[in-house]
């Protein structure tokens, strides 16, 4: 046995082991209802498949930031930030749209009890209820202080083992240290995500972050994530709001842009977040600035309206002119067509009388007898 901070460890060593050749190293053991487990929690290895087959993340907008696929089957997940950010509301939602594709998802609930977890998240519109009856999310829930970190450790490889997950959950991966030291930790969890990358189980853990140190994890192990997200607090005119952003995904395109998460009764959501002329805008300052800009479009699409039926009017104005005009016109034309007629036949009785005047004057005239 092996006691730090009050807690115990079993522990095994193989001393030797003649004619063949065997690990040196301690090794964690555990004596249960299934008798002796000992797992070689110490061995490590980068040998593991990989997969470009995409898991969806329950949130469809998230799922556009990752270049419209969800997360790589088998990769390690992060979600950090700040306390009531929204850290286990998305790992609910990557367990429900899990359970709905008709996969296994294993919880391991380090802060909540199951039943609650169940409550709360109903709160969001998830009913994952449901898919424990049908055996399809199994919650583990636990103190971390209950055990020493390589225990933690052997009994998720059991309930691995036994339940076959296509995905794990831990919520939250940053309480571990109240049971280890920094460093451990993270030997504890490289440990951990080997052995699910090896089966292929994608891996979504939360972590709990101060309000200064955003870029870092508590445990330092984004380094051995394969996606980031980072939720924060973003306070504008007395109003808290949530961000999001994601900072990095390996083997894929992504958006660098900050969206404000919104949490509502029906679920989870994405919308880009305004530029006003102070900044960055979010929540009622984004949709007094929606508002604004909409009702600015309304006042430019009825000016623009105002002009059109003016310029209508002038045309149908200028139209009756020129019917006018054409009307005086024809008129006009009449009349003088009428005169030069008149003054044809004027021209060509004239022309006949002096022709007749001509013929009298030169006629020859009779003498008188």
Known sequence: NRVVDQITTRRLRVVKYRGSTHGTNEYPFLIDGQGLSVLPVTSLGLDYPVSTERVPTGVAALDGLLSGGGYFRGSSVLVSGTAGTGKSSLAAMFADASCRRGERVLYFALEEPGAQIVRNMASIGLDLGKWQAKKRLLIHAGRPTVYGLEMHLVRMYQAVEAFEPRAVILDPVSSLVAVGHRHEVKSMLVRLFDYLKG????????????????????????????????????????????????????????????REFIISSTGIDLVPIAMGPSGVLTGSARLNLETERIASAVAMELELDRHERHLERKRKVLAAQIEALHAEHAADEEDTRAVIRETHERVRQLSEAGAQASLLRSAPRKKAE
């Open 199 to 258: 089966k292929q189980i994608t891996t979504l853990v939360t972590s709990l972050t101060g309000a200064h140190g955003l870029e870092e994890t508590t445990l330092g192990i984004s380094s051995l994530i394969d996606s980031w997200f980072q939720v924060r607090d973003i306070e504008i005119a007395g109003e808290r709001t949530r961000g999001l952003s994601l900072v990095k995904s390996r083997g894929m395109g992504h958006s660098n842009q900050i």
